[in-house]
């Protein structure tokens, strides 16, 4: 039976999180034996004991290489076949852990919606341990930058279970209200201030709107006073990263999308799978899942006046809403699940298993 472990040093919850525990989901119900490796305090490790997934103690503490031979020591314990990472850090820290422990192989999950670019760090940590780069698409595998000691690339998009979907219950609203959810990340502080500013337009021409704010801005205080100033007072709430927010989003009569790269990817899959009116904004990695008119809607990140006007025709046009929620929802199940992910994983995890840490 194959073991694979994934390691997420962080307390926070994130898009990079979900990511993972659908993977691990996914691959457990493959029979794999699942870890996570994490802080046992993180949002990340209450998720995965709830879903019956194994924990293994870790965070960064120290340099390198004292977190690697933390690491180390687990993933032999373990027997891990595989260790799972994102960044240039982490990936120096499971390499050096993957040597140590003399069996694990690396998959270094490259930056959702961009080629990453090889730094020193990587290149280090490729020479420790077998390792094979995972991209979301064949063209950033195509542009990144070769490199003579890799074992290999995995392409596999973000993908989320819809199944989970099924029976969400959607949380209360105030009647007469619209509510606008906003998912932002700590890259997107920009198009966040953006929508505001459409949700501010939206209530100067007399609409009764709130917006609900989930994730995490850059800059929490700025968000908030950008909002006052606004005059938007107690018609915005700062959720933050929840774990479950599927019934936010089900409540929600429109989700935004001005998050990128994972957060921003993962949160459109959810959107569409509550057959949600999603709103994505143009020129991130939300975009690549919407047919504009068709699944969703693409807005402008800027244009604040023009944003509003679309929200106030997708109000007005409720019948088409519901049309391209009910498309949206069909080409999540049918084309967004996770088996393609799984399979890939599966077929590393068999070359894995006999690839051999070099000396």
Not at 113 to 134: D, E, H, K, Y
Not at 145 to 173: C, H, N, S, W, Y
Request: charged share 20%; proline share 3%; with cysteine.
């Amino acid at each position: 039976m194959s073991r694979i472990v994934f390691y997420y040093p962080s307390l926070e919850w994130t898009g990079l999180a979900r990511v993972y525990f659908e993977m691990g989901r996914a691959l457990a119900a493959r029979g794999v034996t699942v870890a996570v490796a994490c802080p046992l305090d993180s949002q990340i490790a209450y998720a995965a004991h709830a879903a019956r997934l194994e924990l293994i103690s870790a965070e960064a503490r120290g340099s390198w290489v004292s977190d690697g031979v933390r690491l180390g020591n687990a993933l032999r314990e373990f027997s891990a076949d595989a260790v799972v990472v994102a960044g240039d850090d982490e990936h120096l820290v499971v390499a050096w852990a993957a040597r140590r422990s003399g069996r694990a192989a690396v998959i270094r999950r490259m930056r959702t919606g961009a080629a990453t670019p090889l730094t020193v760090s990587t290149r280090l940590a490729v020479r420790m341990a077998p390792t094979w780069f995972m991209h979301s698409s064949a063209a950033e595998a195509q542009a990144s930058e070769p490199l003579k000691q890799l074992r290999g690339r995995i392409i596999a998009d973000i993908a989320i279970d819809a199944m989970q979907f099924e029976r969400v219950i959607a949380a209360p609203t105030p009647i007469g209200t619209t509510t606008i959810a906003i998912l932002t990340d700590p890259d997107a502080q920009r198009a966040t201030a953006a929508a505001l500013r459409t949700v501010a337009a939206l209530r100067s021409r007399g609409h009764p709107i709130r917006a609900l704010v989930l994730g995490t801005p850059h800059d929490v205080n700025e968000t908030r006073v950008h909002a006052t100033a606004l005059g938007l007072g107690d018609s915005v709430t700062l959720l933050g990263d929840l774990v479950d927010r599927a019934s936010v989003l089900a409540a929600a009569d429109i989700v935004w999308i001005v998050a990128d790269n994972d957060d921003g990817g993962i949160a459109t899959l959810d959107a569409m799978a509550l057959g949600s009116a999603v709103v994505v904004t143009r020129g991130t990695v939300a975009e690549r899942y919407i047919q504009h008119g068709e699944t969703g809607i693409v807005a402008d990140r800027d244009d604040a006046l023009a944003s509003a006007a679309l929200v106030t025709l997708m109000q007005s046009d409720q019948e088409s809403m519901s049309a391209m929620g009910d498309a949206a929802r069909e080409v999540v199940r049918l084309s967004r699940g996770l088996s393609t992910v799984a399979d890939a994983l599966m077929k590393v995890l068999g070359e894995a298993a006999t690839a051999q840490v070099a000396a």
